[in-house]
């Protein structure tokens, strides 16, 4: 059988300085030991999605919040799954680990623009590991006051076998764990009530276009309100 090699990736025990992530603090905003701290974590799934428009629409404080962005991959999981040994070359598995870190990485930087809008300070990581004990672990090296995640919509009988990462992190982590539940199906929110807001559809592309489109709109919408909000020029007196 041919070996198959891994793309390696950092691990959080192989991370010396953790604050080499941090994107710089917006000008006049609070110092970042005074920021409340946010673990985000974030996947390429729909419920990775929206998992983080919940976070950014409900729980982000501008001026005052730090979001540490974390996204794990698990090489040897990815390739494991499914036929991959059987149906794909070394090449393609390869290849479809680096799309996947290039797409979390372009959402990741997409946020960090977002959020720099608001006056929120951020880092990201994208490490190798379980994303269990990822999330974990980041949560209590960055000293997160609240961790997000995904809730994966498991069967009784997978959720008994291999349990969930959000129930995991709910029941070991030292601090409030928000867990985001999958929204509803489209038969249900065409009978939601016209006040809801429309959400944007999520559906899932290689290139994560979707959530990017989403984070595109948002900061649009805030550059709209900043415009807004300007105080308007005094009138120039004509002699």
Known sequence: MTNHPILRFQSVSEIADWTSTAAPLPEGGRPLAARRKIVLAYDTSRLGDEALQWTFDELLRDDEDHLVLVTAVEPTRWVASG?????????????????????????????????????????????????????????????????????????????????????????????????????????????????????????????????????????KAIEKKLREDAPAADPVDEE
């Open 83 to 219: 036929l991959a040994l059987l149906t794909q070359s070394e090449a393609e598995i390869r290849s479809q680990l680096a799309r996947h870190e290039s797409a979390v990485r372009a959402v990741q930087s997409a946020v960090t623009a977002l959020c720099l809008r608001r006056g929120i300070s951020t880092q990201t990581f994208f490490v190798e590991g379980d994303a269990r004990d990822v999330i974990l672990d980041v949560a209590d090296r960055t000293h997160a006051d609240v961790i997000v995640v995904g809730a994966r919509g498991l069967g009784a009988v997978k959720r008994a076998v291999l349990g969930s990462t959000s129930q995991f992190v709910s029941q070991n982590a030292t601090v409030p764990v928000v867990i985001v539940k999958q929204k509803k199906s489209a038969e249900e929110a065409s009978a939601a009530t016209a006040a809801e807001p429309v959400a944007l559809p999520l559906e899932r592309t290689k290139t994560c276009g979707t959530i990017l489109d989403w984070i595109s709109l948002k900061d």
